[in-house]
């Protein structure tokens, strides 16, 4: 008896520790006060969960942010560094599902299928995304902005950097000249070295992989923007030829396509240990920031396409439980400010990916000396700006994501 | 009786928190979804399952057939290889073979994956020395035996953490016995053969067999050694499972979870059919 009463208090110790805190950490802030939010900040603790997978990226936004926010706001930065998007994504959706109203999370870093998620299930602090003063820097009026992977962005999220697809090979193992510069050239070269491509595989998680298959999508297509408006007719007409295409040249693949890579670090790995020629990435700063963590050889270099080289932006949000709403706000808005979009481009801060800002709209000459020295030593294994200009279009739109991965799924790797 | 009630703290724990979540998730499986509002049941997880449909669906009957066969050729091939083992080392005792076994065990089973993927993988260290020998010209050269479509990576996986596992319970089992049997058999002429079947055999079969049934419950619901060294596609139930439940769309949880209890419900029977044999025996 004694020991079922002993086990009864452990099991209601248990459930004790899990019922939400009662103690309110939320201050009153006026978002249309800037200052009202800097006070209700003051001496609060930012939860910043995040992909945590890059020590660069980590120390990063240790050293930048972490600092700053302690000197100038007295907003101390708990970075919690998470293996995988969907795991904190799962710890807001736990938390709503048990009623906390006091979540652990204050910030998430967040971009395309996560935001997609945490918004069906309501879990966004809304209406703040442009109240920030330094959203006056983000061109909202971009569709590539205001559309997450072609989701409505509605003052829910707010940008932290861009990204574009890339290339990556070896300068010690390849000639630059011989490289393809289309998907036509792609499947050709593919064919003329069999074994040494692919890509990785297309799904949810891997959204690297659907942006490829996306890119020989309009490739095919000949036309990116027409698929910025779902159009059935549309799809019908061309994912037939795409799935042709990626068929095509299925056994010149890679253990002849009998199985893909799951994500990018995959890939790196193949392609750091020469089994393949190609890897991708997704940074401003092209293979830099991998050469750096010791991913990629130190003669990798960046490349694109001539066209069709998909560009998007990721975010940050806060969620509508979370218990330090001002601080996660003053860290959002720290993030867009000019000094810190000008470091975090830099190859040497280990961050990497480009601009969350539009940079024509700074106009301190301070500032703008800042980003255009940044934006001159972005290193050599970059792509040069101008080819990632020229090829640069937008993300499909959102339904095309999971019409692309069912579809590549359904007739590439299982079909034939 | 008295041998019940004392369990009866454990029991309660256990059915109250495992009898919550296998509730939960069956709710779940049944599309209660309350993230986003869904409150109606419905069983279209397991029709979508049962029919091939969907994005779990599509993948449901290849994903079933790989998991069984991948479990039951690791349980089979632990079972003869850990009899063989168990034998041979019976034969001359010492407590190093059992450390050695031991020891074996402490090793998770991821641990075991990602010591295989290094040693195996096209770029591995076998293949590097096969490099370095000159026998193989490049990665492509070296044979496909982690992250191929036969799961043999995943096998061998099993087959090093498993047999190890099988042969300290039927090597516990067999130094219990006096070598008195052995002895008789060997008296009556029997050849070393003979002693194996009609002796040793019907000895360890009891412990043999739920040790094996044991296994293969354990491969058939396990995650991470298939997750670590299998293909795209197939893949295994708890896979599938796992992504479903992590897909973005939070619509395809209840698949998710259909998954995860079809695994459950399969496991179960598997324990219960173990046990009903054991009763049968004892």
Known sequence: MKRLIFALLVFSMLLAACAPKSDSATADFDLADWDSVLAAADGQTV???????????????????????????????????????????????????AGVENGAVDLMWINGENFFTLKQAEMLYADWAQAIPNSAFVDWGNPAINRDFGEPVEDLESPWSSAQ???????????????????????????????????????????QGTRFVKGALFEISGDAAQWGTVDEALWDEWSPKVWDYFNKFKTCLWREGETYPKDEYELHSLFANNEVDFSITQAIVGAGALIDEGLVPTTSRAFVFDNYMIGDFNYVAIP?????????????????????????????NGFGLGFGIDVTRVTDPDQV???????????????????????????AASPYQSMVEEGWRENVLIGQ | MKLKRS???????????????????????????????????????????????????????????????????????SAIGALFLATLLNRRPSNFDTFALNWNLAFPHLVW???????????????????????????????VLVRDRYGIGIILTYLGKEIPFLTLLILALLR????????????????????????????????????????????????????????????????????????????ARAEGMAISLIIAFIVLMIAGFARAKEELQG
């Open chain 1, 47 to 97: 939860t910043w969960y995040m992909w945590g997978g890059s020590d660069s990226i980590n120390a990063y936004v240790d050293n930048f942010y972490g600092v700053a926010l302690k000197e100038r706001y007295n907003v101390t930065l708990n970075r919690v560094p998470v293996a995988d998007a969907a795991d904190y994504i799962n710890q807001v959706l736990s938390e709503k599902e």
């Open chain 2, 7 to 77: 369990l009866a703290p454990t029991l309660l724990i256990l059915t109250l928190l495992l009898g919550a979540s296998l509730l939960y998730g069956l709710m779940q499986s049944l599309g209660y979804l309350t993230i986003i509002g869904e409150k109606e049941l419905s069983l279209t997880a397991y029709q979508n399952l049962i029919s091939g449909q969907g994005t779990a669906g599509r993948e449901f009957w290849a994903s079933l057939g790989f998991s069984l066969w991948v479990s039951i050729v690791s349980t089979i091939l």
């Open chain 1, 165 to 207: 697809f890339q290339f990556i090979y070896d300068s010690a193992r390849m000639d630059a000249d011989s490289l393809p510069r289309s998907y036509a050239d792609l499947a050709t070269w593919a064919c003329e070295h069999p074994g040494r491509f692919t890509y990785i595989a297309p799904g949810p998680g891997a959204f």
């Open chain 2, 113 to 143: 994956g990602v010591f295989m993927l290094l040693l195996l993988a096209q770029s591995g260290l076998l293949a590097r020395w096969a490099g370095a020998l000159g026998i193989i010209q490049s990665p492509a050269d070296f044979p």
């Open chain 1, 369 to 395: 000396a800042v980003l255009e020295d940044a934006l001159a030593n972005l290193g050599e294994a970059a792509t040069p700006a101008e080819d990632m200009a020229k090829s640069l279009v937008g993300d």
């Open chain 1, 320 to 348: 509508s439980n979370a218990s330090n709403k001002a601080a996660a706000l003053v860290l959002a808005n720290l993030i867009l400010d000019p000094e810190f979009q000008a470091a975090q481009v830099l190859p040497e």
């Open chain 2, 176 to 251: 219990t016995q006096s070598d008195g049997y052995l002895l008789v058999a060997q008296n009556l002429g029997a050849n070393a053969w003979q002693r194996f079947r009609l002796v040793t055999l019907p000895l360890v079969r009891p412990a043999l067999v739920s040790g094996s049934l044991l296994v293969f419950a354990y491969i058939f619901g396990a995650y991470e050694v298939p997750a670590l060294l299998g293909v795209r596609y197939p893949r295994t139930l708890p896979v599938l499972a796992l992504e479903s439940f992590t897909n973005p769309d939070l619509r």
